[in-house]
């Protein structure tokens, strides 16, 4: 079974940056695509990047420019860069496959961007 979890959160003020990481244990293929989720209380989980097996990523247009995801397959972790952070990317953030059928979901790591 495999098993994922997030780390990296926290509060930071408007225009900070915080870099998230999501650890896999277990066995997982590198060629999953694999994906950053958020959500914020009251609202629906929502995607925000993406990245292929290959390295191609993809970005919701509200953090585009902002954010970077990466992956490291050795280490079976994916990470997310996020800069010029504002308070609507306050959420828990989530990584899970971007394809069905998705693993387990982990706890997810708490962003807060508050001044």
């Known amino acids: 079974q495999v098993q994922l979890v997030e780390s990296g959160g926290g509060l930071v003020q408007p225009g900070g940056s915080l870099r998230l990481s999501c650890a896999a244990s277990?066995?997982?293929?590198?060629?999953?695509?694999m994906g950053w989720y958020r959500q914020a209380p009251g609202k629906q989980r929502d995607l925000v990047a993406a990245?292929?097996?290959?390295?191609?990523?993809n970005y919701a247009d509200s953090v585009k420019g902002r954010f970077t995801i990466s992956r490291d397959n050795a280490k079976k972790t994916v990470y997310l860069q996020m800069n010029s952070l504002k308070p609507e990317d306050t959420a828990v953030y989530y990584c899970?496959?971007?394809?069905?059928?998705?693993?387990?979901w982990g706890r997810g790591t708490q962003v807060t961007v508050s001044s």
């Open positions: 899970n496959k971007l394809l069905d059928p998705r693993l387990e």
């Open positions: 277990g066995s997982i293929s590198a060629i999953n695509a």
């Open positions: 990245i292929s097996g290959g390295g191609t990523t």
